[in-house]
């Protein structure tokens, strides 16, 4: 029986710690845009800092691109009615869609900050 209980608590410890979990890094504040953070020396010169190409096409085509060409920056997927976007951060890129539930099309320019 103490088994048991033992495995239920290691169980629901384990479920409260991956909730825990923050969806995204902490933002690492910055005062530039896409490809004006060339040279800042948070990325390697290889790293791609926009992604014009992407304007108009599906949002998982766009966010794997992103994570292809950058695996230092974090795309973040927004249905574009709901936010305001008002904090620059180096290591995330805004992904504007037309509409929400993961089939939407790419409205903006994807770019670091």
Not at 80 to 104: A, E, H, M, S
């Amino acid at each position: 029986m103490f088994q048991k209980i033992s495995y239920v608590i290691i169980f629901l410890c384990a479920i409260l710690e991956v909730q825990s979990l923050d969806p995204y890094p902490p933002c690492s504040s910055c005062k530039c845009i896409g490809n004006q953070c060339a040279g800042n020396g948070m990325f390697p010169l290889w790293a791609k800092l926009e992604w014009s190409e992407l304007t108009w096409k599906h949002e998982k085509n766009a966010v794997a691109q992103v994570k292809k060409t950058n695996p230092f920056v974090t795309p973040v997927v927004i249905y574009k009615q709901v936010i305001n976007i008002t904090d620059n951060c180096c290591n995330r890129v805004w992904i504007l869609v037309d509409k929400p539930g993961g089939n939407g099309i790419v409205t903006n320019i994807p770019a670091v900050g």
